[in-house]
Protein backbone atom coordinates (compact mmCIF):
# COMPACT_ATOMS: atom_id res chain seq x y z
CA UNK A 1 0.00 0.00 0.00
CA UNK A 2 1.63 3.63 -0.79
CA UNK A 3 1.03 5.81 2.08
CA UNK A 4 -0.61 9.18 1.78
CA UNK A 5 2.01 12.20 1.98
CA UNK A 6 1.15 13.70 5.42
CA UNK A 7 0.04 17.23 5.14
CA UNK A 8 2.40 19.45 6.89
CA UNK A 9 0.37 21.90 10.35
CA UNK A 10 -0.78 25.17 8.94
CA UNK A 11 1.35 27.84 10.37
CA UNK A 12 -0.13 29.40 13.72
CA UNK A 13 -2.17 32.73 12.68
CA UNK A 14 0.10 35.64 14.27
CA UNK A 15 -1.41 37.46 17.21
CA UNK A 16 -3.45 40.59 16.45
CA UNK A 17 -3.34 42.94 19.25
CA UNK A 18 -5.59 45.00 20.50
CA UNK A 19 -5.39 48.99 19.17
CA UNK A 20 -4.24 50.16 22.38
CA UNK A 21 -5.92 53.16 24.27
CA UNK A 22 -4.56 55.85 23.48
CA UNK A 23 -4.73 58.67 26.46
CA UNK A 24 -7.68 58.77 28.96
CA UNK A 25 -9.80 60.29 25.92
CA UNK A 26 -8.75 58.70 22.62
CA UNK A 27 -9.90 60.06 19.56
CA UNK A 28 -10.53 57.52 17.21
CA UNK A 29 -13.74 55.12 17.12
CA UNK A 30 -12.19 51.95 16.83
CA UNK A 31 -9.54 53.15 19.32
CA UNK A 32 -12.51 53.18 22.26
CA UNK A 33 -12.94 49.92 23.25
CA UNK A 34 -13.70 50.95 26.80
CA UNK A 35 -15.92 52.14 26.26
CA UNK A 36 -17.34 50.01 23.46
CA UNK A 37 -17.36 47.42 26.42
CA UNK A 38 -19.45 49.16 29.40
CA UNK A 39 -20.03 45.54 31.18
CA UNK A 40 -16.10 45.41 31.62
CA UNK A 41 -15.19 49.14 31.78
CA UNK A 42 -18.10 50.30 33.65
CA UNK A 43 -15.79 52.83 35.89
CA UNK A 44 -14.37 53.99 32.52
CA UNK A 45 -17.75 54.36 30.66
CA UNK A 46 -19.48 56.44 34.06
CA UNK A 47 -16.63 58.97 33.91
CA UNK A 48 -17.64 59.56 30.11
CA UNK A 49 -20.98 59.76 30.77
CA UNK A 50 -20.04 62.24 33.55
CA UNK A 51 -18.55 64.49 31.13
CA UNK A 52 -21.38 65.27 29.58
CA UNK A 53 -20.27 62.57 26.73
CA UNK A 54 -22.59 59.76 24.92
CA UNK A 55 -19.99 56.93 25.08
CA UNK A 56 -18.89 55.30 21.55
CA UNK A 57 -20.80 52.60 20.72
CA UNK A 58 -23.78 53.48 22.78
CA UNK A 59 -27.01 55.69 22.87
CA UNK A 60 -28.28 57.53 26.24
CA UNK A 61 -32.18 56.98 26.17
CA UNK A 62 -34.00 60.67 26.12
CA UNK A 63 -36.59 61.87 28.83
CA UNK A 64 -36.89 58.30 30.56
CA UNK A 65 -38.89 59.58 33.20
CA UNK A 66 -41.63 61.27 31.21
CA UNK A 67 -41.88 58.07 29.08
CA UNK A 68 -42.88 55.88 31.57
CA UNK A 69 -45.04 58.28 33.66
CA UNK A 70 -46.96 58.90 30.11
CA UNK A 71 -46.58 54.70 29.01
CA UNK A 72 -47.41 53.69 32.02
CA UNK A 73 -46.62 50.01 31.79
CA UNK A 74 -48.51 47.74 33.89
CA UNK A 75 -48.15 43.87 34.82
CA UNK A 76 -49.12 41.57 31.55
CA UNK A 77 -49.52 43.98 29.52
CA UNK A 78 -47.99 44.41 25.67
CA UNK A 79 -46.05 47.09 24.41
CA UNK A 80 -44.38 47.92 21.12
CA UNK A 81 -41.15 50.48 20.96
CA UNK A 82 -40.79 50.83 17.13
CA UNK A 83 -37.68 51.58 16.73
CA UNK A 84 -35.78 49.94 19.53
CA UNK A 85 -32.06 51.69 18.83
CA UNK A 86 -29.95 50.81 22.16
CA UNK A 87 -32.52 49.63 23.55
CA UNK A 88 -32.25 51.92 26.97
CA UNK A 89 -35.94 52.84 27.27
CA UNK A 90 -36.71 49.37 26.47
CA UNK A 91 -34.65 48.14 29.32
CA UNK A 92 -36.54 50.49 31.76
CA UNK A 93 -40.18 49.41 30.46
CA UNK A 94 -39.58 45.28 30.04
CA UNK A 95 -39.55 44.70 33.73
CA UNK A 96 -42.55 46.66 34.92
CA UNK A 97 -44.47 44.41 32.57
CA UNK A 98 -43.90 41.82 34.90
CA UNK A 99 -45.31 38.79 35.27
CA UNK A 100 -46.68 38.03 32.01
CA UNK A 101 -46.34 41.34 29.81
CA UNK A 102 -44.22 42.00 26.32
CA UNK A 103 -42.60 43.98 24.45
CA UNK A 104 -41.98 44.39 20.77
CA UNK A 105 -39.28 45.87 19.50
CA UNK A 106 -38.74 46.79 15.81
CA UNK A 107 -35.60 48.35 13.78
CA UNK A 108 -34.66 48.57 10.62
CA UNK A 109 -30.71 48.56 11.07
CA UNK A 110 -29.13 45.17 11.00
CA UNK A 111 -26.21 46.08 11.98
CA UNK A 112 -27.44 47.71 15.50
CA UNK A 113 -30.32 45.24 16.31
CA UNK A 114 -28.67 41.77 16.88
CA UNK A 115 -26.03 43.89 19.47
CA UNK A 116 -29.02 45.57 20.54
CA UNK A 117 -30.64 41.76 21.52
CA UNK A 118 -27.73 40.27 22.55
CA UNK A 119 -27.34 42.93 24.95
CA UNK A 120 -30.93 42.67 26.40
CA UNK A 121 -30.55 39.12 26.35
CA UNK A 122 -27.91 39.16 28.08
CA UNK A 123 -29.59 41.11 30.69
CA UNK A 124 -31.76 38.23 31.24
CA UNK A 125 -34.77 39.82 29.05
CA UNK A 126 -36.09 36.29 27.31
CA UNK A 127 -38.33 36.20 24.52
CA UNK A 128 -40.77 35.61 25.86
CA UNK A 129 -40.73 39.71 27.14
CA UNK A 130 -39.13 41.02 24.22
CA UNK A 131 -40.04 40.18 20.92
CA UNK A 132 -37.50 41.36 18.50
CA UNK A 133 -38.53 42.16 14.91
CA UNK A 134 -36.19 43.88 12.11
CA UNK A 135 -38.77 45.81 10.36
CA UNK A 136 -39.94 48.95 9.60
CA UNK A 137 -41.88 51.12 11.94
CA UNK A 138 -44.05 52.03 8.54
CA UNK A 139 -45.76 48.25 8.72
CA UNK A 140 -46.58 47.95 12.55
CA UNK A 141 -50.64 46.68 11.14
CA UNK A 142 -49.12 43.07 10.13
CA UNK A 143 -48.42 43.03 14.25
CA UNK A 144 -51.64 43.20 15.29
CA UNK A 145 -52.48 39.69 15.30
CA UNK A 146 -49.34 38.49 16.96
CA UNK A 147 -49.96 41.24 19.43
CA UNK A 148 -53.27 39.67 20.56
CA UNK A 149 -55.53 42.91 18.13
CA UNK A 150 -53.31 45.89 19.67
CA UNK A 151 -51.11 47.56 21.94
CA UNK A 152 -51.29 48.79 25.10
CA UNK A 153 -48.62 51.57 24.46
CA UNK A 154 -46.33 52.16 21.53
CA UNK A 155 -43.63 54.63 21.67
CA UNK A 156 -41.29 55.66 18.87
CA UNK A 157 -37.67 57.56 19.62
CA UNK A 158 -37.38 59.07 15.66
CA UNK A 159 -34.10 59.98 14.38
CA UNK A 160 -30.42 58.61 14.54
CA UNK A 161 -28.96 56.47 17.51
CA UNK A 162 -25.93 57.55 19.16
CA UNK A 163 -24.31 54.37 18.02
CA UNK A 164 -24.92 55.42 14.05
CA UNK A 165 -23.50 58.68 14.24
CA UNK A 166 -20.19 57.95 16.11
CA UNK A 167 -19.32 54.87 13.73
CA UNK A 168 -17.25 56.49 10.91
CA UNK A 169 -17.73 53.48 8.85
CA UNK A 170 -22.25 54.58 8.86
CA UNK A 171 -21.26 58.65 7.38
CA UNK A 172 -23.86 59.85 9.64
CA UNK A 173 -21.49 62.40 10.68
CA UNK A 174 -19.31 65.18 9.38
CA UNK A 175 -16.86 64.94 12.26
CA UNK A 176 -15.46 61.86 11.13
CA UNK A 177 -14.08 60.75 7.94
CA UNK A 178 -15.82 57.92 6.23
CA UNK A 179 -17.86 56.94 3.19
CA UNK A 180 -20.94 58.98 2.59
CA UNK A 181 -23.73 56.41 3.27
CA UNK A 182 -26.51 57.60 5.95
CA UNK A 183 -28.86 54.79 5.28
CA UNK A 184 -30.11 52.84 8.11
CA UNK A 185 -30.54 50.12 6.59
CA UNK A 186 -27.34 49.91 4.21
CA UNK A 187 -28.90 46.89 2.23
CA UNK A 188 -31.76 49.16 1.05
CA UNK A 189 -32.02 51.78 -0.99
CA UNK A 190 -28.39 53.97 -2.42
CA UNK A 191 -26.35 55.76 -0.24
CA UNK A 192 -26.04 59.79 -0.16
CA UNK A 193 -23.02 60.00 -2.21
CA UNK A 194 -25.32 57.99 -5.37
CA UNK A 195 -28.38 60.72 -4.24
CA UNK A 196 -26.38 63.59 -4.60
CA UNK A 197 -24.80 62.73 -8.05
CA UNK A 198 -28.32 61.64 -9.52
CA UNK A 199 -30.32 64.88 -7.99
CA UNK A 200 -30.53 67.82 -9.81
CA UNK A 201 -29.73 71.67 -8.35
CA UNK A 202 -33.13 72.38 -7.97
CA UNK A 203 -34.25 69.33 -6.06
CA UNK A 204 -31.49 69.52 -4.11
CA UNK A 205 -32.00 72.73 -3.20
CA UNK A 206 -35.61 71.92 -2.11
CA UNK A 207 -34.63 68.71 -0.18
CA UNK A 208 -32.12 71.07 2.24
CA UNK A 209 -35.09 73.33 2.78
CA UNK A 210 -37.54 71.16 3.40
CA UNK A 211 -36.27 68.40 5.43
CA UNK A 212 -33.98 70.62 7.72
CA UNK A 213 -35.36 74.06 7.04
CA UNK A 214 -31.78 74.87 5.97
CA UNK A 215 -31.57 79.07 4.73
CA UNK A 216 -28.58 78.99 3.15
CA UNK A 217 -29.87 75.62 0.84
CA UNK A 218 -29.24 77.27 -2.77
CA UNK A 219 -25.41 78.36 -1.62
CA UNK A 220 -25.03 74.56 -0.47
CA UNK A 221 -26.40 72.91 -3.26
CA UNK A 222 -24.94 74.62 -6.14
CA UNK A 223 -21.74 74.03 -4.30
CA UNK A 224 -22.57 70.08 -4.01
CA UNK A 225 -23.57 70.79 -8.21
CA UNK A 226 -20.82 72.71 -9.13
CA UNK A 227 -17.77 70.30 -7.19
CA UNK A 228 -15.11 68.98 -10.08
CA UNK A 229 -14.83 65.71 -8.11
CA UNK A 230 -18.01 63.85 -7.10
CA UNK A 231 -18.75 64.04 -3.40
CA UNK A 232 -18.18 60.15 -2.36
CA UNK A 233 -16.95 61.17 1.34
CA UNK A 234 -18.18 62.72 5.04
CA UNK A 235 -14.89 64.94 4.97
CA UNK A 236 -15.33 66.06 1.02
CA UNK A 237 -19.35 67.19 1.56
CA UNK A 238 -18.16 68.88 4.98
CA UNK A 239 -15.54 70.96 3.07
CA UNK A 240 -17.68 71.72 0.04
CA UNK A 241 -20.45 73.18 2.76
CA UNK A 242 -17.65 75.66 4.91
CA UNK A 243 -16.67 76.81 1.15
CA UNK A 244 -20.44 77.56 -0.08
CA UNK A 245 -20.67 79.44 3.19
CA UNK A 246 -17.05 81.26 4.08
CA UNK A 247 -18.68 84.39 2.50
CA UNK A 248 -21.10 84.73 5.44
CA UNK A 249 -20.09 87.73 7.82
CA UNK A 250 -17.02 86.85 10.04
CA UNK A 251 -18.92 86.85 13.91
CA UNK A 252 -21.53 84.87 11.71
CA UNK A 253 -19.19 81.97 10.02
CA UNK A 254 -18.36 79.64 12.87
CA UNK A 255 -22.01 78.99 14.13
CA UNK A 256 -23.27 79.23 11.19
CA UNK A 257 -21.09 76.61 9.35
CA UNK A 258 -21.54 74.76 12.28
CA UNK A 259 -25.56 74.64 11.90
CA UNK A 260 -25.32 74.35 8.44
CA UNK A 261 -23.41 71.02 8.82
CA UNK A 262 -25.93 69.51 10.53
CA UNK A 263 -28.68 70.14 8.64
CA UNK A 264 -27.38 69.37 5.59
CA UNK A 265 -26.43 65.78 6.84
CA UNK A 266 -29.67 65.70 8.33
CA UNK A 267 -31.57 66.77 5.36
CA UNK A 268 -29.74 63.68 3.13
CA UNK A 269 -30.30 61.11 5.72
CA UNK A 270 -33.61 61.50 5.90
CA UNK A 271 -33.64 61.62 2.08
CA UNK A 272 -31.71 58.63 1.72
CA UNK A 273 -34.25 56.99 3.95
CA UNK A 274 -37.47 58.80 3.26
CA UNK A 275 -38.05 59.10 6.73
CA UNK A 276 -40.82 61.74 6.43
CA UNK A 277 -43.15 59.53 4.23
CA UNK A 278 -42.33 56.36 6.91
CA UNK A 279 -43.47 58.74 9.50
CA UNK A 280 -46.39 59.47 7.59
CA UNK A 281 -47.14 56.09 6.89
CA UNK A 282 -46.70 55.05 10.88
CA UNK A 283 -48.87 58.19 12.28
CA UNK A 284 -51.28 56.88 10.05
CA UNK A 285 -51.29 53.29 11.65
CA UNK A 286 -50.69 54.15 14.97
CA UNK A 287 -53.92 54.50 16.62
CA UNK A 288 -55.06 51.41 14.78
CA UNK A 289 -52.36 49.07 16.64
CA UNK A 290 -53.48 50.37 19.89
CA UNK A 291 -56.18 49.30 22.08
CA UNK A 292 -59.12 51.57 23.84
CA UNK A 293 -57.42 53.42 26.47
CA UNK A 294 -54.38 52.91 24.80
CA UNK A 295 -50.81 55.47 25.22
CA UNK A 296 -48.66 56.28 22.63
CA UNK A 297 -45.93 58.44 23.24
CA UNK A 298 -43.09 60.23 20.11
CA UNK A 299 -40.03 62.08 20.56
CA UNK A 300 -38.78 64.06 17.62
CA UNK A 301 -35.90 66.25 16.90
CA UNK A 302 -36.22 68.61 14.10
CA UNK A 303 -39.28 70.40 13.52
CA UNK A 304 -40.51 68.64 10.26
CA UNK A 305 -41.20 65.71 12.43
CA UNK A 306 -42.70 67.66 15.17
CA UNK A 307 -45.28 69.55 13.02
CA UNK A 308 -46.20 65.73 11.34
CA UNK A 309 -46.75 64.45 14.93
CA UNK A 310 -48.63 67.15 16.31
CA UNK A 311 -50.94 67.35 13.21
CA UNK A 312 -51.64 63.76 13.19
CA UNK A 313 -52.38 64.29 17.29
CA UNK A 314 -54.57 67.17 16.57
CA UNK A 315 -56.61 65.75 13.43
CA UNK A 316 -57.10 62.36 15.68
CA UNK A 317 -58.56 64.13 18.77
CA UNK A 318 -60.65 66.06 16.53
CA UNK A 319 -62.04 63.26 14.74
CA UNK A 320 -62.91 61.08 17.91
CA UNK A 321 -59.96 58.96 17.66
CA UNK A 322 -57.86 60.06 20.44
CA UNK A 323 -59.69 60.91 23.75
CA UNK A 324 -56.69 63.20 24.30
CA UNK A 325 -53.13 65.07 23.31
CA UNK A 326 -50.45 66.85 24.60
CA UNK A 327 -51.47 70.62 25.13
CA UNK A 328 -48.05 71.33 24.11
CA UNK A 329 -44.71 69.18 23.75
CA UNK A 330 -42.17 68.39 26.68
CA UNK A 331 -39.24 68.82 26.77
CA UNK A 332 -35.82 67.02 28.64
CA UNK A 333 -35.10 68.99 31.42
CA UNK A 334 -32.06 71.65 32.03
CA UNK A 335 -30.28 68.62 33.98
CA UNK A 336 -31.07 66.24 31.34
CA UNK A 337 -29.95 68.35 28.60
CA UNK A 338 -26.74 69.47 30.12
CA UNK A 339 -25.66 65.74 30.82
CA UNK A 340 -26.93 64.71 27.89
CA UNK A 341 -26.41 67.50 24.77
CA UNK A 342 -27.60 65.11 22.19
CA UNK A 343 -31.31 65.62 24.15
CA UNK A 344 -31.35 69.50 23.51
CA UNK A 345 -33.79 69.08 20.35
CA UNK A 346 -36.06 66.22 21.21
CA UNK A 347 -39.40 67.17 21.73
CA UNK A 348 -41.96 64.96 22.88
CA UNK A 349 -45.40 64.54 22.26
CA UNK A 350 -48.24 62.03 23.35
CA UNK A 351 -51.76 60.86 22.64
CA UNK A 352 -54.35 58.24 24.41
CA UNK A 353 -56.74 56.46 22.09
CA UNK A 354 -60.25 56.79 22.47
Not at 179 to 192: E, F, H, K, Q
Not at 324 to 340: D, F, G, I, Y
Request: hydrophobic share 40%.
Amino acid sequence: MTQEPQQSPEPPKPHKRRIRYKGRNPRRFEEKYKEHDPAKYAHDVAHVIARGRTPAGMHLPICVKEILSILDPKPGETGLDATLGFGGHAQEIIPLLAPGGRLFGLDVDPIELPRTEARLRGLGFSEKALVVRKMNFAGILGLRPEAGGGFDFILADLGVSSMQLDNPQRGFSYKFEGPLDLRLNPSRGVPASELLKAINFKALTKLLAENADEPHAEAIARAIKGALTPIATTVQLADTVRAALQKLPSKETDNAIKRALQRTFMALRIGVNEELSVLDRFLEALPWCLKTGGRAAILSFHSGEDRRVKKAFAKGEESGIYSSVAPTCLRPSPEEQNKNSRSCSAKLRWAIRM
